[in-house]
Every structure is written in structure tokens, then in C-alpha cells.
């Protein structure tokens, strides 16, 4: 009954493959993201979609593409993976459309560690 | 300008203890909400407590309780009676105001804490 989960956990790879990280939830939010965590532990906003639409696309290279195929979704395409790529994934989800703004706290799912090697 | 700051890199505290991690915000909005998340060495990110920019109180969860002064733009957390398993990283975040699906969070670099038996 995970709220926020990710596949894979783990991934390791080599530099100019092509991967994809999934995220689902489980709790009838209307609004997904992906956060970036540095190796400095620093984390910052990829994308947002709210209802499948993409809403916030940060400064993120082009060979980052988010799909939201229904509102319980939202996966993550690299393409063409460089060394700069290696982090960690967190997928998140909120609702916006609520009554109280407490209601719109961001729940996390694991994270997926990337390796480029 | 940094929006979220957390001047304490690292803390140590002793078991049962109370301590107090530092959060300093910049906004010009009027309606914010101040997030703490906890990251243990497990990598997941848990969210902790949450203050609405017009709360008239102080949040508390538990061990947990927020020190939000607002004219200072402040929102320290207080953890009362440490535990060893409190041990992790901790992130001060902040969503600002905005249309459905642009309230992302941003977060501070996060402090690490050590709890000492």
C-alpha cells in the first residue's frame, strides 16, 4: 500500500544509453513531480504536471522528458545519459485542488539512484 | 537570493536532548507554507511538519514543533527529546503561492544531524 513508489531503485548504466525511471501513486493526487538530489544533497524541481499536463519544466537538458500517461503516472526518459546525470530521482505528488493548504504537502517517493559510469 | 537557508551544515545533540535546526525563507508572497523533511541514510524523504504563512500557531507533530517567526522569516524546527534514530538529514523547504501545478518546493541545502547516546 507504498503512496509514492519508484522503479528502479537502483540504476546503473553507461554513458549515452537511453533509460527511463516510472513513478506511481496510489493516493488520488491531481498534481506529479520530479525533484533532481545533487551529490551535494541538493534538491531542486525538474518538472510538475498537474492533471497531465505539464505545468513546470525547469532548466532541464532536452534529453529529459517527462510522460504522465494518466494522473496516477508520471515516468522520467533520459536520453543519451552523460556522467553530469548521476543522481538521485525523487518523484513526488500533491494535491492542489484542495480545501487546506496542509492538504498540499508533497509526498515523496524513494528516489532512484543513477550511476553513469 | 537563496529563498530557503539552512546556516547549520552539521549538529550534534544528545540523546533526550531538544534541539533546534535554523531555517530562514525570502518571499514576497503573502500566502507560503513552510515544509521540513527528514532523509535518513535510507535515502527516503519523510515529511515532517508543515506551517501555513497564516497560522496564527505554532505547528507541532509530535516531538516535533516549528518555531515560525514570521516577521523575522524564520521557521525553525525544534525536536524535543532526541532519539538515535533521529539521526538523518533535514531539509527546511518552502511552496509559494501560485496557479495549480506551479507550487513546487524549494528546498535549503539541509543539515545533518547527529544524535549521541
Known amino acids: 500500500d507504498t503512496a509514492v513508489s519508484q522503479t528502479p531503485k537502483y540504476l546503473v548504466t553507461q554513458m549515452g544509453n537511453d533509460k527511463s525511471i516510472k513513478c506511481e501513486q496510489n493516493?488520488?493526487?491531481?498534481?506529479m513531480y520530479w525533484y533532481k538530489q545533487d551529490s551535494k544533497k541538493f534538491l531542486k524541481i525538474m518538472f510538475s504536471?498537474?492533471?497531465?499536463?505539464?505545468?513546470i519544466n525547469e532548466t532541464v537538458p532536452n534529453r529529459f522528458s517527462p510522460k504522465s500517461p494518466d494522473k496516477a503516472h508520471l515516468n522520467l526518459h533520459i536520453n543519451s545519459l552523460e556522467l553530469g546525470d548521476s543522481a538521485v530521482y525523487f518523484c513526488?505528488?500533491?494535491?492542489?485542488?484542495?480545501?487546506?493548504?496542509?492538504?498540499?504537502?508533497?509526498?515523496f517517493g524513494p528516489g532512484t539512484r543513477l550511476l553513469v559510469l | 537570493a537563496q529563498k530557503i537557508t539552512q546556516t547549520q551544515p552539521g549538529m550534534f545533540v544528545q540523546e533526550k536532548e531538544a534541539v533546534t535546526l535554523d531555517c530562514t525563507y525570502d518571499?514576497?508572497?503573502?500566502?507560503?507554507?513552510l515544509f521540513w523533511y527528514k532523509q535518513p541514510s535510507s535515502g527516503e524523504m519523510i515529511f515532517l511538519i508543515y506551517?501555513?504563512?497564516?497560522?496564527?500557531q505554532n505547528a507541532t507533530e509530535g516531538r516535533y514543533s516549528l518555531n515560525f517567526q514570521k516577521a523575522r522569516k524564520s521557521a525553525n524546527l525544534v525536536i524535543s527529546a532526541s532519539q538515535l534514530g533521529d539521526s538523518a538529514m533535514y531539509f527546511c523547504?518552502?511552496?509559494?503561492?501560485?496557479?495549480?501545478?506551479?507550487?513546487?518546493?524549494?528546498f535549503g541545502s539541509g543539515t545533518r544531524l547527529q544524535v549521541q547516546p
Open positions: 513526488a505528488s500533491s494535491q492542489e485542488t484542495l480545501r487546506t493548504p496542509r492538504e498540499e504537502t508533497q509526498y
Open positions: 493516493l488520488g493526487h491531481d498534481t
Open positions: 504536471y498537474n492533471n497531465k499536463e505539464l505545468i
Open positions: 518571499t514576497s508572497d503573502q500566502s507560503y507554507g
Open positions: 506551517q501555513g504563512s497564516y497560522d496564527e
Open positions: 523547504a518552502m511552496r509559494e503561492g501560485g496557479r495549480t501545478g506551479r507550487r513546487a518546493l524549494t
